[in-house]
């Protein structure tokens, strides 16, 4: 226990510790609240329990860099423990006599885990101190290319990650070894097997004197740092600790993995589309910035990073929370100067090189989102400044004017022209159960229309009763929404709303062969008020075959490779369906290295389709290709028109090694 000139001084340095909490948090709070819309706080309890499931998962690090997550999993719930034990720790020195959980099974329960979490914890920032300094993992580095604040550059984040590791070790290397101090004084404890080992290495012929001193010295080095840390929490990284649940706590509900935010363009007052500035901003994407680790995950999996291209989603969010670092104190008080983000967060280049494929989002342990300030950014540059590649006019203005990126005036209904039965169009089948939706790609895009073609000759051949819109179907607007035109995109949704509506397909169901139509009608246009049941062909075919509407041979035994389209498996979780089809077609499935939900992105995503790819080292198309290629597969089955696109050009650069086809034509292949 400590003595009563001790308990005065600890409570002088409470107060002052609490004081400067509360001024940096403060700020921090004043920070995000800066920006746009809100935090939500709706379906507390729920979002309580999401939070909770985020810090004792850690957001699923362990999908990831398994070695690194195992020792993070130490750490991080080592320290979560340590708040009981700290707090215990603090009672058992400021109140006379008091013992917690003595020896009992709690008690010892409680002994055993704050000694194993102690050596745990240690044992975990050693590994992670060594594997950024000694080591130096190149994963935690970020490319010369990529724009990044002045700080960070020269090397704030090793300076941030030395601090907490330090932090870390001091605080629990001390508190283990004034428990040890306490073993060598009352005897060796079998539930503290680390402390006693300590114990015997450190206090064996320690004076009564030095075992008191050793205890003391070790209260306060624990304690005293954490009330010295406190108030430098939001300046840190480890802020990543209570801020990443809070961030999955207070996150927008999604219907889809990058779901986007609508703009009120009905609004006169709004003055600001887009994010020109960081409190433009939503709220929770400056949260954003106070989560998030600098792991570089994201960064990892991004597939614009990894073919040499100027964007790192991780980059954008350092540079996001190191301005806010130097300038704390003017940012929350509103006396700061606000800079374009495209000074300091990130260069044009970068902007327009994302593919929107989702996978920073999806690889995030904090919840974080760059894919999202990216589209606002665009939406600035587009509605409010104008500045966009040169290539993407064509494609807003063929949606504009004859309602396809294609700028193609020929009949939609041509692609069904080569087909032995006639395909129905609404007025001729209105008793239809499928609206068949074909697509702009489907339409106009040779390769695409013999996907459109396999998926109507199965569903006649099924007995599926189906129609299409035919000459009064639109581009759905995605492309022209990832581009950033969002007042295109607004005027594209709500005539096809009119259009499906008019022809009931919110009665029915609609089934696409585009991921990207898939996600914009089935889970955008319902916040414009049309609400349609959707589904990847793959989906229908699927669900032929379990009716036993199909009859397949199975016997092609032909070695395939399918390429998850993004909008398809990362954004939407289909991954089973074309799976299950290509398995009851006979195929052999030969998976790749990034599958499913890990799938590497083919590079049209993003609006990227109708624009030249930003200089890099690799296009994004061939870095995927070769992977398919290396399989061993004499196919590439695909489920997206502009993935198709993608492989069929790769694999004509490469002197067409392989077959690059649908799964809709793999399986009518084996109907035949």
Same mark, same amino acid.
């Given at each position: 226990?400590?003595?009563?000139?001790?308990?005065?001084?600890?409570? /002088?340095?409470?107060?002052?510790?609490?004081?400067?909490?509360?001024?940096?948090?403060?700020?921090?709070?004043?920070?995000?609240?800066?920006?746009?819309?809100?935090?939500?706080?709706?379906?507390?309890?729920?979002?309580?329990?999401?939070?909770?499931?985020?810090?004792?998962?850690?957001?699923?690090?362990?999908?990831?860099?398994?070695?690194?997550?195992?020792?993070?999993?130490?750490?991080?719930?080592?320290?979560?423990?340590?708040?009981?034990?700290?707090?215990?720790?603090?009672?058992?020195?400021?109140?006379?006599?008091?013992?917690?959980?003595?020896?009992?099974?709690?008690?010892?329960?409680?002994?055993?885990?704050?000694?194993?979490?102690?050596?745990?914890?240690?044992?975990?920032?050693?590994?992670?101190?060594?594997?950024?300094?000694?080591?130096?993992?190149?994963?935690?580095?970020?490319?010369?290319?990529?724009?990044?604040?002045?700080?960070?550059?020269?090397?704030?984040?090793?300076?941030?990650?030395?601090?907490?590791?330090?932090?870390?070790?001091?605080?629990?290397?001390?508190?283990?070894?004034?428990?040890?101090?306490?073993?060598?004084?009352?005897?060796?404890?079998?539930?503290?097997?680390?402390?006693?080992?300590?114990?015997?290495?450190?206090?064996?012929?320690?004076?009564?004197?030095?075992?008191?001193?050793?205890?003391?010295?070790?209260?306060?080095?624990?304690?005293?740092?954490?009330?010295?840390?406190?108030?430098?929490?939001?300046?840190?990284?480890?802020?990543? /600790?209570?801020?990443?649940?809070?961030?999955?706590?207070?996150?927008?509900?999604?219907?889809?993995?990058?779901?986007?935010?609508?703009?009120?363009?009905?609004?006169?007052?709004?003055?600001?589309?887009?994010?020109?500035?960081?409190?433009?901003?939503?709220?929770?994407?400056?949260?954003?910035?106070?989560?998030?680790?600098?792991?570089?995950?994201?960064?990892?999996?991004?597939?614009?990073?990894?073919?040499?291209?100027?964007?790192?989603?991780?980059?954008?969010?350092?540079?996001?929370?190191?301005?806010?670092?130097?300038?704390?104190?003017?940012?929350?008080?509103?006396?700061?100067?606000?800079?374009?983000?495209?000074?300091?967060?990130?260069?044009?280049?970068?902007?327009?090189?994302?593919?929107?494929?989702?996978?920073?989002?999806?690889?995030?342990?904090?919840?974080?989102?760059?894919?999202?300030?990216?589209?606002?950014?665009?939406?600035?540059?587009?509605?409010?400044?104008?500045?966009?590649?040169?290539?993407?006019?064509?494609?807003?203005?063929?949606?504009?004017? !004859?309602?396809?990126?294609?700028?193609?005036?020929?009949?939609?209904?041509?692609?069904?022209?080569?087909?032995?039965?006639?395909?129905?169009?609404?007025?001729?089948?209105?008793?239809?159960?499928?609206?068949?939706?074909?697509?702009?790609?489907?339409?106009?895009?040779?390769?695409?229309?013999?996907?459109?073609?396999?998926?109507? !000759?199965?569903?006649?051949?099924?007995?599926?009763?189906?129609?299409?819109?035919?000459?009064?179907?639109?581009?759905?607007?995605?492309?022209?929404?990832?581009?950033?035109?969002?007042?295109?995109?607004?005027?594209?949704?709500?005539?096809?709303?009119?259009?499906?509506?008019?022809?009931?397909?919110?009665?029915?169901?609609?089934?696409?062969?585009?991921?990207?139509?898939?996600?914009?009608?089935?889970?955008?246009?319902?916040?414009?008020?049309?609400?349609?049941?959707?589904?990847?062909?793959?989906? /229908?075919?699927?669900?032929?075959?379990?009716?036993?509407?199909?009859?397949?041979?199975?016997?092609?035994?032909?070695?395939?490779?399918?390429?998850?389209?993004?909008? /398809?498996?990362?954004?939407?979780?289909?991954?089973?369906?074309?799976?299950?089809?290509?398995?009851?077609?006979?195929?052999?499935?030969?998976?790749?290295?990034?599958?499913?939900?890990?799938?590497?992105?083919?590079?049209?995503?993003?609006?990227?389709?109708?624009?030249?790819?930003?200089?890099?080292?690799?296009?994004?198309?061939?870095?995927?290709?070769?992977?398919?290629?290396?399989?061993?597969?004499?196919?590439?089955?695909?489920?997206?028109?502009?993935?198709?696109?993608?492989?069929?050009?790769?694999?004509?650069?490469?002197?067409?090694?392989?077959?690059?086809?649908?799964?809709?034509?793999?399986?009518?292949?084996?109907?035949?």
């Amino acid at each position: 226990m400590l003595t009563p000139t001790e308990k005065l001084l600890f409570g /002088l340095l409470v107060a002052i510790s609490l004081t400067a909490t509360y001024n940096t948090f403060g700020q921090m709070a004043r920070i995000v609240l800066r920006g746009q819309g809100k935090l939500n706080f709706d379906n507390l309890f729920k979002r309580i329990m999401d939070g909770l499931g985020a810090l004792i998962s850690q957001g699923r690090i362990i999908r990831h860099r398994k070695l690194s997550s195992f020792f993070h999993y130490g750490v991080a719930w080592g320290f979560i423990f340590y708040f009981l034990v700290n707090a215990v720790d603090v009672m058992e020195g400021l109140i006379p006599g008091f013992h917690f959980l003595p020896d009992n099974l709690v008690g010892n329960l409680f002994r055993l885990s704050a000694d194993v979490f102690s050596f745990t914890v240690l044992i975990g920032v050693f590994y992670f101190l060594i594997r950024r300094f000694a080591a130096k993992d190149p994963v935690l580095s970020i490319r010369d290319n990529v724009l990044l604040h002045p700080n960070v550059r020269q090397g704030g984040v090793w300076k941030d990650s030395l601090v907490v590791g330090l932090f870390i070790l001091l605080h629990v290397g001390f508190r283990l070894l004034g428990a040890s101090a306490l073993i060598a004084q009352h005897g060796r404890d079998p539930w503290q097997p680390f402390g006693s080992l300590m114990a015997g290495a450190f206090f064996a012929n320690t004076s009564e004197f030095g075992l008191t001193f050793a205890w003391h010295l070790g209260w306060w080095v624990a304690i005293g740092l954490i009330l010295l840390f406190l108030p430098y929490f939001p300046y840190t990284k480890h802020a990543h /600790l209570f801020v990443g649940p809070f961030n999955f706590m207070t996150a927008p509900e999604r219907t889809y993995l990058g779901q986007i935010k609508s703009l009120n363009f009905a609004d006169e007052s709004i003055e600001q589309f887009g994010a020109s500035t960081l409190f433009d901003l939503e709220q929770t994407r400056i949260v954003d910035a106070f989560a998030c680790i600098m792991c570089n995950r994201c960064q990892e999996a991004c597939p614009a990073y990894n073919t040499g291209k100027e964007l790192s989603p991780a980059a954008l969010e350092v540079n996001k929370r190191y301005h806010i670092r130097s300038n704390m104190t003017e940012l929350a008080g509103g006396t700061a100067v606000t800079p374009p983000l495209l000074e300091f967060a990130i260069s044009p280049s970068a902007v327009w090189a994302c593919t929107t494929c989702g996978a920073c989002i999806d690889v995030c342990p904090v919840g974080n989102t760059p894919m999202l300030d990216i589209l606002d950014i665009r939406r600035d540059q587009v509605l409010m400044a104008s500045e966009f590649p040169g290539e993407l006019q064509g494609a807003f203005r063929g949606m504009e004017r !004859t309602g396809n990126p294609w700028q193609s005036t020929e009949s939609r209904m041509e692609w069904a022209k080569p087909l032995d039965f006639d395909v129905p169009t609404v007025m001729e089948n209105p008793d239809y159960d499928y609206l068949l939706w074909v697509g702009c790609a489907g339409a106009f895009n040779p390769e695409a229309q013999k996907t459109v073609q396999a998926v109507a !000759t199965i569903m006649h051949e099924a007995g599926v009763s189906f129609a299409v819109l035919g000459d009064d179907e639109s581009c759905t607007g995605d492309s022209a929404r990832r581009a950033g035109n969002e007042y295109l995109f607004f005027e594209m949704a709500s005539a096809n709303i009119e259009t499906l509506n008019a022809a009931k397909a919110h009665e029915r169901k609609i089934v696409t062969s585009c991921p990207h139509c898939f996600t914009t009608i089935g889970k955008e246009y319902g916040e414009f008020g049309g609400h349609y049941q959707v589904f990847h062909h793959t989906q /229908l075919i699927a669900d032929l075959v379990g009716k036993g509407k199909l009859r397949l041979n199975g016997k092609k035994l032909e070695k395939v490779t399918f390429h998850d389209p993004c909008y /398809l498996g990362r954004h939407n979780g289909i991954i089973d369906a074309p799976r299950d089809a290509l398995a009851q077609a006979g195929f052999t499935l030969l998976e790749m290295d990034r599958t499913k939900a890990n799938s590497f992105c083919c590079g049209a995503g993003g609006a990227q389709m109708w624009k030249e790819e930003e200089h890099g080292s690799e296009a994004v198309n061939m870095n995927r290709y070769k992977e398919a290629h290396h399989t061993g597969a004499n196919t590439i089955a695909v489920g997206c028109p502009f993935c198709a696109t993608m492989m069929h050009d790769a694999n004509r650069e490469e002197g067409s090694p392989m077959q690059v086809k649908d799964v809709a034509e793999l399986v009518l292949e084996a109907m035949r």
